[in-house]
């Protein structure tokens, strides 16, 4: 991925909204699991989600389904 210098990093704006809305839909889950909002997530649990939504946002910046344009 380093042959990519444009692609987005965890501190691309992208990236957060991605992971918070991610959370949202686990938080919204229909299951009656609990699991909590962004903003009950540990630092840790942040920062893991980050990355995690950093490498979505790659797989659909290669898959054409996203421009890769900051917002």
Request: charged content about 25%.
């Amino acid at each position: 991925m380093t042959d990519r210098p444009t692609r987005p990093e965890v501190d691309d704006p992208r990236v957060l909204v991605l992971a918070q809305a991610r959370q949202q839909l686990a938080h919204n889950n229909t299951f009656g699991l609990p699991c909590p909002a962004w903003d009950g997530l540990t630092r840790q649990e942040q920062d893991l989600s980050l990355a995690e939504a950093r490498n979505w946002l790659h797989a659909a910046l290669d898959a054409g389904l996203v421009a890769n344009e900051q917002a």
